[in-house]
């Protein structure tokens, strides 16, 4: 922290400034926040919100606490909650194709390593940038284990992390890993298919609610409409 920044470390606890720095380094490429920054415009626009509903709404007195509450934690949840979850699911959806390039690379007789290295040259997507940023630390010193163990904490998908720290264990105890991945891979492929279902499954839903909103409306006004304008009459 430096002394422009002190400030933060009075308002809020340590352990809440790091898992805002992890949830940070998770969104990768996808935020423009730091600590800092992020804190700081946060809680000016929460400042800024609470007076003008204060000083340019009726009964703002009232509203005001309300309102920035609302605000304060609205904005956690779509610069950080909502865009992670994007992310993951995105990094999800790109691993199943990322893997199976894999196993079939590691297949055709290449080691770990080289197969990283050819399927992220020929793979271009969210996940390969990552094992690509993996690749890279490991030219100045860093072990596979340990750009591996690195890579985790820049992703917060439980499911891609299962699969680094399967590729981790592996690596380790010499296990064959082409099993691993298509099992893998398999997992992620039904995952997948749940989620579209889940979607599929909730569009009648959605369909009422638009029924109700819009439809339903409509044919009142052209049911009690005429009866309506011989009442006015």
Known sequence: MTK??????????QSDLKKLQKELTCLGNDTKYTVVSFTKDRII????????????????????????????YLFYYFNITRKLQIRNRKLENEAIFFFEILSLTLESGNNLEGALKVTCDNVDSEISREFKQTLFEMQFGKSLIEALSDMKERIS????????????????????????????????????????KEKINKIP?????????FVVPLILILILGPYLIEFIG
């Open 205 to 213: 839903n959605k369909a009422s609610i638009i029924s109700v909103i």
């Open 4 to 13: 422009n920044s002190l400030w933060i470390t009075k308002l809020y606890r």
């Open 45 to 72: 626009t929460t400042i800024l919100v609470t007076l003008f509903v204060l000083f340019f709404t009726d009964f703002g007195y009232i509203l005001a606490p309300f309102i920035a509450i609302a605000y304060y």
């Open 157 to 196: 998908s439980d499911d891609i992390n299962n699969i680094i720290l399967n590729i981790i264990q592996t690596s380790q105890f010499g296990n064959s890993i082409i099993g691993v991945l298509n099992n893998e891979i398999d997992f992620l492929r039904s995952k997948q298919i749940e989620y579209i």
